[in-house]
């Protein structure tokens, strides 16, 4: 009456499915006689999310194929995964259980999200009964993330009997996401009289981390266990009984730390899982490519990240020196490129054209894009992938320029307001300084025409960050921004840019989700917008 | 027992909720007293695909409050518009019936298309029943787009008396949907046995055109009437104890005059209903942007073009001459600039840093970001929107350099594939030379690097469309594209390339979607991916 279970929690790839089966058979074999039944995380097999590769029928071959591999490993342990199965003609999305060398039971999920960066209508019809299977003389049913969101699936299971609520998730990351999530799942388990094993992935997906932090709660509510958040484990739990026994209680991160942790996971898997090995990002002497650096330290090591400062007749002397200073610090490459030449053979080429208009913002784009054009090419000549520096606050009001500084493979901070950037990087310097000190408490400036501050066009930043949050993450309107104690000019002012700038935010790169609604998948509004 | 049904095709601003309220009532005013029901396109209020502008709680009040205005003016003349409305607190996309000054009636859609394009699941929960009114003796039943492609809720609404059933649509173009949408609704009105009154939207949302051709078919599946495409339009119908009368039948549009159209409105409409009137482009001499300044001319008007070329030590002397005399033809501005004195800079700047290495693609890459700096530039000082020229078959392998070629607002073939680009542009010759025939004859080459042609890297386009659409638009698998004649290694390499770039699609401009399988959010794939 007593059973092992193990909590897999690993990093997949998304579509490679017949290397994601040798991870879980991997895992059999290793964990073979140390567990009873192994849980994997939602999707197992195509990984999360696969997005259109589910509409490819070869998707559908090559997971019965791996099916049939993994099915011949489950000897002696019971494996629970989850793949995609189209069944009856109609596709779903399922957990199966493996055991003794055969599929024996298959779970189809219940609740299908279909907001914020979820489509799972788009690929899946919905199950509709409790699956329970026994194990030792504990009867253990099955659920798939959203499921434990809602009472009903829970309810179903409890009432056919289930002991142990096995739930396969995929489960991304935003700030607070843990401990919310923890608190649901436990009092669902308290009020369905359920023990749940909430198994998570672990690891980034395109603008997607997986924060792990996988755990047990017992049948009243309490935890058990917990993993660690942010990298992978398979951790035993033993149940008798139906009662899980205690584990290791991995600790919650901070605010600071768990954003952080983010990301550099999802910077790490991006770049490796893309097929790099080593970034390039331009260091200007301003927080946002400062913070940036350090992710990239952090998350790929020194040796393989290299920095570039690109000054031009603007650029303040105090701006290279704290770029220097900050490289040599953190032990990456580092060179300076004018860009000068560039920017005065553009002036001179277009001088005929341009003739009889005065300098606008044509002039500070051009000089942008020149740094944009060197940092590509050192990206194109030394397989480099560029990071982009910007944050939240800029691509939300437009403060870059397209092909200038949004241009890169995968940008960091895209989803971190610029006050969060700030906590970050004082947050990083906790244990000693990594960020010049003097870089963090400048006024920012994007240094693209004499004296200027990024306060000369935006309010300042706690101004901009609170109207931000309502307007984007919370969809407040510009009347109830105003009530909220912002005044009208400005909010309509910068509610107006975050709708004109969504051609701008179509064209950035990637980055990690963090709050709770970044752009991209996760807020879909139209360029063309009369609203 | 007869009544005017009016079929207003109109092209309506997407979040514009005031001034698609004021469209509705202008229409009601003007044709009070000629029709005696007024239909609209789905969702007449937001525009079609409103997306995640749904989702603010201001929104409803904006309907809300346009609904009062429009009923208002319900007098005399009957109203079947779209709207969304949440119902009970739960979101429905919803024709309206507004009659006498009131809202009468409510059809909530009952079939949410959640494939392809559509995110309906997103927003909306499905209805579940007919809604029937009587208008001069004769009972009219409704529904919306999607509703149509299945028995149900025709069943539902002929089972329930209706006659004549008034079907609000949002149905966006590909090549040959006009003929199959046609026919699918004579059918299943000849099955059920009753009229069909079928009123698409017209015009360009981002990536989406919608075409028009709105129609009646008899409870025969015949077809009683056309209204033209892509253009607005109100026609009457006359229909006597519920029978049809015979009006204008438009004419389809043959093969590649659908396309060019298509490619016209979406064009107009993404830069007029975003604030321009005017674009810039390069032109290079080749066939893409050939057929991209042809596009732009017939969609803007030869005042609001401008050419640039902008040649460099690798471009012939012909593509010069055939890039001048194409801007001659048309009657647009025209000037060239030489890149090289940038190019050259960029060399300079670079070359410490990459000494000791040979020449590679980093170097071609330059070249076309020199150009992008260019062409963004003049955009910028001269606020005209820059089109980019790059096809399909480009798209999909990556061959385009981002932030170079790639740079711009709209790209107007980012859905056409190469040999479709050809077949346009011989058919906008067909009245006399508009594209030079030598441009259309020469080999097609991007002039990176000496003597370099397209099929130095690429197969042969006959090849290359043939595979990307088994692969792209028909899911399917490097065996079957074999099995369908093409040579294995050809295959591995190209569907390799279509996976690998889509980073850069990511960071594309949005274009027009003419295909059944465009790339954006017509088809979603990961950019880590190990299929």
Not at 19 to 29: P, S
Not at 118 to 124: H, L, Q, S
Not at 227 to 248: W, Y
Request: proline share 5%; with cysteine.
């Amino acid at each position: 009456m007593s059973t092992r279970v193990a909590l897999a929690q690993i990093n997949l790839m998304v579509g490679d499915i017949a290397g994601n089966a040798r991870r879980v058979i991997d895992c059999a074999e290793r964990l073979r006689g140390t567990a009873d039944i192994i849980v994997f995380p939602e999707l197992t097999l195509t990984g999360y999310p696969p997005e259109d590769l589910l509409l490819r029928p070869v998707c559908d071959l090559r997971v019965a194929t791996a099916l049939r591999d993994i099915a011949a490993a489950a000897t002696g342990v019971t494996l629970v995964l989850g793949y995609p199965a189209i069944r009856g003609g109609v596709r779903y999305n399922v957990a199966g259980v493996l055991r003794d060398g055969v599929v024996e039971a298959e779970y189809r999920k219940i609740q299908l999200p279909n907001y914020s960066v979820f489509d799972e209508r788009r690929y899946f019809e919905p199950g509709a009964n409790a699956v329970v299977f026994e194990q030792d003389g504990i009867r253990f049913g099955l659920t798939i993330c959203e499921d434990v969101w809602f009472d009903m699936p829970v309810q179903r299971a409890a009432s056919a009997g289930a002991q142990v609520l096995l739930n396969l998730n995929a489960s991304p990351f935003h700030q607070g996401k843990a401990v919310e999530r923890e608190a649901l799942v436990a009092d669902r388990a308290a009020r369905f009289g359920v023990t749940v094993v909430y198994v998570n992935l672990v690891g980034g997906q395109d603008e997607l981390v997986f924060d792990g932090g996988s755990f047990v709660v017992d049948a009243r509510g309490q935890v058990k266990h917990r993993a660690a958040f942010f990298e992978e484990s398979e951790s035993l739990v033993l149940i008798e009984r139906g009662i899980p026994q205690s584990g290791a209680l991995q600790p919650f991160l901070g605010d600071e730390e768990q954003v952080y942790r983010a990301l550099l996971a999802g910077t790490r898997d991006y770049v490796a899982k893309n097929g790099f090995s080593s970034v390039v990002l331009g260091l200007s002497g301003g927080i946002d490519s400062a913070l940036t650096l350090a992710i990239a330290v952090d998350a790929l090591g020194a040796d393989n990240v290299e920095a570039v400062s690109m000054p031009s007749r603007y650029t303040a002397e105090i701006s290279n020196s704290d770029a220097r200073r900050q490289a040599q610090q953190m032990g990456v490459a580092y060179q300076s490129i004018s860009i000068e030449p560039a920017f005065n053979a553009f002036l001179d080429m277009l001088s005929d054209t341009f003739s009889g208009t005065g300098p606008d913002v044509t002039e500070e784009n051009i000089q942008a894009r020149c740094r944009g054009i060197v940092l590509m090419a050192i990206s194109n000549k030394r397989g480099r992938m560029l990071l982009t520096t910007g944050n939240k606050s800029e691509m939300s009001v437009g403060y870059a320029t397209l092909y200038g500084d949004m241009a890169g493979g995968f940008a960091p901070l895209k989803d971190v307001p610029k006050l969060l950037v700030y906590r970050l990087a004082r947050w990083r310097n906790r244990n000693g300084e990594v960020i010049p000190q003097r870089v963090i408490d400048r006024p920012p400036s994007a240094e693209l025409r004499a004296d200027q501050k990024d306060s000369d066009s935006l309010p300042d930043y706690p101004v901009l960050d609170g109207i931000l949050a309502l307007y984007v993450e919370q969809d407040k309107s510009v009347e109830e921004i105003v009530a909220a104690g912002y005044a009208r000019p400005i909010v309509e002012r910068i509610t107006r840019l975050v709708d004109r700038n969504e051609y701008k935010r179509r064209q950035a790169p990637p980055g990690i989700k963090i709050t709770r609604r970044a752009y991209g998948r996760d807020r879909r509004y139209p360029i063309v917008n009369g609203f």
